[in-house]
T-cell receptor, first 110, second 117 residues
Framework: DAGVTQSPTHLIKTRGQQVTLRCSPK?????VSWYQQALGQGPQFIFQ???????QRGNFPDRFSGHQFPNYSSELNVNALLLGDSALYLC?????????FGPGTRLTVL | AQSVTQLGSHVSVSEGALVLLRCNYS??????LFWYVQYPNQGLQLLLK??????LVKGINGFEAEFKKSETSFHLTKPSAHMSDAAEYFC???????????????FGKGTLLTVNP
């Protein structure tokens, strides 16, 4: 049974660019959450998708947007990248009370 | 709002010694509680969780944690540390929800565990 997968593994962008990160949940999971983990910090909740709709959102600006597809996979989009957006972006999938994380995408903004 | 405090950003133990990582939470009602481990350059792996029932929960790799409502704590322990336990450990909480759906996790800042030979 494949776990949560994310692509790409690493990404380098410059300020002002836009980026799209992708996530495939564990088989049978219908909920996808996205987190940002800055260096040396705990993950911070960005938003959660369920039934193709954003169910809950953390304290992140509108530059951060997402999408969930009918097969439950998800994308995270970040526009107008800032240096401070450099972080590990984690996707987690869940069915009930427990979230399972993917390996993350390391985004570096130069 | 929920919050998590992990006391000690860095804990160092000798191989074979007791591991104790501290976690306290703030929540208006008892939340669901989780411990995750993160190895360098990897994602988070679930160690154990408490939702309902027995307050002493056992997880993978010999770890266990006890939910103490009166102390709003969920400390993680392991009787004997192994070199492979060296990693960053995160305590997290999420709200209970009777509908079975789940909401955001709120994480502590993490505790880096080093194990000395």
């Amino acid at each position: 049974d494949a776990g949560v997968t994310q692509s790409p593994t690493h990404l380098i962008k410059t300020r002002g660019q836009q980026v799209t990160l992708r996530c495939s949940p564990k088989s049978g999971h219908d909920t996808v959450s996205w987190y940002q983990q800055a260096l040396g910090q705990g993950p911070q909740f960005i938003f959660q998708y369920y039934e193709e709709e954003e169910r809950q959102r953390g304290n992140f600006p509108d530059r951060f947007s997402g999408h969930q597809f009918p097969n439950y996979s998800s994308e995270l989009n970040v526009n107008a990248l800032l240096l401070g957006d450099s972080a590990l972006y984690l996707c987690a999938s869940s069915l009930y009370d427990t979230q399972y994380f993917g390996p993350g995408t390391r985004l570096t903004v130069l | 709002a929920q919050s998590v405090t992990q006391l000690g950003s860095h804990v160092s133990v000798s191989e074979g010694a007791l591991v104790l990582l501290r976690c306290n939470y703030s929540s208006s009602v008892p939340p669901y509680l989780f411990w995750y481990v993160q190895y360098p350059n990897q994602g988070l792996q679930l160690l154990l969780k408490y939702t309902t029932g027995a307050t002493l929960v056992k997880g993978i790799n010999g770890f266990e944690a006890e939910f103490k409502k009166s102390e709003t704590s969920f400390h993680l322990t392991k009787p004997s540390a192994h070199m492979s336990d060296a990693a960053e450990y995160f305590c997290a909480v999420s709200p209970q929800n009777s509908g079975g759906s789940n909401y955001k996790l709120t994480f502590g800042k993490g505790t880096l565990l080093t194990v000395n030979p």
